[in-house]
């Protein structure tokens, strides 16, 4: 497929290399190049949505209220996990509309490479701490972490013979598949407001090649695969955690009053503010409807299996509705790069957006998870204030260098950003210890 729907161009590298072992194509070394760094392997110690070690199992008994299936599993889904269900969605989906499934494998795994610890919570403390030196994204920190961070490949500078990162120095198309949002801080081209963004103005050169060709603003056709398999991902697994957990109760799906309030959060959150709620109430009762949908769920392994079949049920109409939509807007043969726009039908979006909701309510609005975020929001601030007083003490070897080489305060303040956010939950609080509580 890379001789066909791929030109030069797309599988082009920042620094020229030869392949170690011939025969391999240009996005299998890419996919490989993602799957074996550090920074993937750390993902198993950030948050997806519950904190790993939080919920009810965890505890070792059985509370007031509490029933016996709560303390079944203590290992909620992790940034890794996700990655990796989300890689998997993305690459029979992007197969089946023509794409080179390791182009959107890879850009499905590297997707949240550069989310810090603690989650999205973990990014609005960094963003308030790193707003005067360009603010922090997860999406940003991503490419900066492909393209300078990880350590894989390495250029010589001419001028001063110094060696300089190139990150993992995956192809072209690669870097443009995995930026789900193309333009830098404050750009958003239909929302001014919005926070997010996909590149800080020191990555701008090389983002600026990795997007030669493209259309200012536009996702090219693997990016928007990534991007629906990452909802589809986590909105049907968050959904099932939940479950799992016993947070979510099937039956209060049913509940006028409960019924409200999803539909609110749905509004508020996850569609537009002009969507009708009628709309999203109606796509609540299609799922509800259908054969497979788990009405209960007690924990047995019957009911495990159940709702693991929903799961399966959920994403297959979630893909299956864009694949055909797709295909019946562009027809058949290879969609790739900026030849196409993913069709995600507006049914199968309020579908989704209904099923965030629910998680949302139900798991992350619990009391005792905003308690937790409070207090990894003012973990991740003393430990900047820490590291800010002391670095280079505490920044580990590959920061301590850079720290050390950077040319002013701002510089200097981005690496320890970039330190911070290469941390896991737990690393986090044990260098938070270190360098708060040594007096």
Same mark, same amino acid.
């Given at each position: 497929?890379?001789?066909?729907?791929? %030109?030069?161009?797309?599988?082009?590298?920042?620094?020229t290399?030869?392949?170690?072992?011939?025969?391999?194509?240009?996005?299998?070394?890419d996919?490989?190049?993602?799957?074996?760094?550090?920074?993937?392997?750390?993902?198993?110690?950030?948050?997806?949505?519950?904190?790993?070690?939080?919920?009810?199992?965890?505890r070792?008994?059985?509370?007031?209220?509490? @029933?016996?299936?709560q303390?079944?599993?203590?290992?909620?889904?992790?940034? /890794?996990?996700?990655?990796?269900?989300?890689a998997q969605?993305g690459?029979?989906?992007?197969?089946?509309?023509?794409?080179?499934?390791?182009?959107?494998?890879?850009?499905?795994?590297?997707?949240? /490479?550069?989310h810090?610890?603690?989650?999205?919570?973990?990014? /609005?403390?960094?963003?308030?701490?790193?707003?005067?030196?360009?603010?922090?994204?997860?999406?940003?920190?991503?490419?900066?972490?492909?393209?300078?961070i990880e350590?894989?490949?390495?250029?010589?500078?001419?001028?001063?013979?110094?060696?300089?990162?190139?990150?993992?120095?995956?192809?072209?198309?690669?870097?443009?598949?995995?930026?789900?949002?193309?333009?830098?801080?404050?750009?958003?081209p %239909?929302?001014?407001?919005?926070?997010?963004?996909? =590149?800080?103005?020191?990555?701008?050169?090389?983002?600026?090649?990795?997007?030669?060709?493209?259309?200012a603003?536009r996702?090219?056709f693997?990016?928007?695969?990534?991007?629906?398999?990452?909802?589809?991902?986590?909105?049907?697994?968050?959904?099932?955690?939940?479950?799992?957990?016993?947070?979510?109760?099937?039956?209060?799906?049913?509940?006028?009053?409960?019924?409200?309030?999803?539909?609110a959060?749905?509004?508020?959150r996850? =569609?537009p503010?002009?969507?009708?709620?009628?709309?999203?109430?109606?796509?609540?009762?299609?799922?509800?409807?259908?054969?497979?949908?788990?009405?209960?769920?007690?924990?047995?392994?019957?009911?495990?299996?159940?709702l693991?079949?929903?799961?399966?049920?959920?994403?297959?109409?979630?893909?299956?509705?864009?694949?055909s939509?797709?295909?019946?807007?562009y027809?058949?043969?290879?969609? @790739?790069?900026?030849?196409?726009?993913?069709?995600?039908?507006?049914?199968?979006? /309020?579908?989704?957006?209904?099923?965030?909701a629910?998680?949302?309510?139900?798991?992350m609005?619990?009391?005792?998870?905003?308690?937790l975020?409070?207090?990894?929001?003012?973990?991740?601030?003393?430990?900047?204030?820490?590291?800010?007083?002391?670095?280079?003490?505490?920044?580990?070897p590959q920061?301590?260098?850079?720290?050390?080489?950077?040319?002013?305060d701002?510089?200097?303040?981005?690496v320890? =950003?970039d330190?911070?956010?290469?941390? @896991?939950d %737990?690393?986090?609080?044990?260098?938070?210890?270190?360098?708060?509580?040594?007096?």
């Open positions: 497929m890379e001789g066909t729907a791929y %030109t030069p161009t797309d599988l082009e590298r920042w620094d290399e030869p392949d170690k072992r011939p025969g391999r194509t240009a996005f299998q070394r996919r490989a190049r993602v799957l074996h760094s550090g920074a993937l392997r750390r993902l198993a110690g950030k948050t997806q949505v519950v904190t790993p070690g939080s919920l009810p199992q965890a070792g008994a059985v509370r007031a209220g509490e @029933t016996p299936f303390i079944w599993d203590s290992s909620p889904r992790t940034r /890794l996990t996700h990655s990796l269900e989300c969605v690459r029979e989906l992007g197969a089946a509309l023509g794409c080179d499934p390791d182009l959107v494998e890879t850009a499905c795994l590297a997707h949240d /490479l550069g810090p610890p603690f989650g999205h919570n973990g990014e /609005l403390a960094l963003n308030d701490f790193a707003g005067d030196c360009g603010g922090f994204e997860g999406n940003a920190q991503s490419l900066r972490l492909l393209t300078r350590p894989k490949r390495f250029v010589t500078l001419r001028a001063t013979g110094e060696p300089v990162s190139v990150g993992l120095n995956l192809t072209r198309a690669a870097l443009d598949a995995a930026t789900k949002y193309p333009w830098p801080r404050g750009a958003h %239909t929302e001014p407001g919005s926070v997010k963004f996909g =590149v800080y103005e020191d990555d701008l050169p090389v983002f600026a090649w990795a997007r030669l060709g493209a259309p603003d996702k090219c693997e990016a928007q695969v990534m991007d629906w398999s990452d909802d589809v991902a986590y909105s049907v697994h968050d959904v099932e955690d939940g479950l799992h957990a016993g947070h979510i109760d099937p039956a209060v799906l049913t509940s006028g009053p409960e019924r409200d309030a999803i539909m959060v749905a509004v508020g996850y =569609v503010g002009d969507t009708d709620p009628a709309e999203l109430t109606d796509a609540l009762d299609g799922l509800l409807a259908q054969e497979w949908w788990p009405h209960g769920y007690d924990g047995t392994a019957v009911a495990q299996a159940r693991k079949d929903a799961t399966s049920q959920l994403i297959g109409r979630f893909c299956l509705a864009a694949e939509a797709t295909r019946a807007s027809g058949a043969g290879p969609l @790739t790069r900026y030849a196409a726009e993913l069709v995600v039908p507006h049914r199968a979006r /309020l579908e989704c957006a209904v099923l965030k629910v998680a949302d309510r139900y798991v609005q619990r009391e005792e998870q905003e308690r975020r409070i207090d990894q929001r003012i973990v991740l601030a003393e430990l900047a204030g820490a590291l800010t007083a002391r670095a280079p003490e505490g920044l580990d920061f301590r260098a850079l720290f050390d080489a950077a040319a002013s701002r510089d200097r303040k981005r320890i =950003v330190q911070i956010a290469s941390l @896991t %737990t690393s986090a609080r044990s260098l938070h210890a270190r360098l708060t509580l040594r007096h």
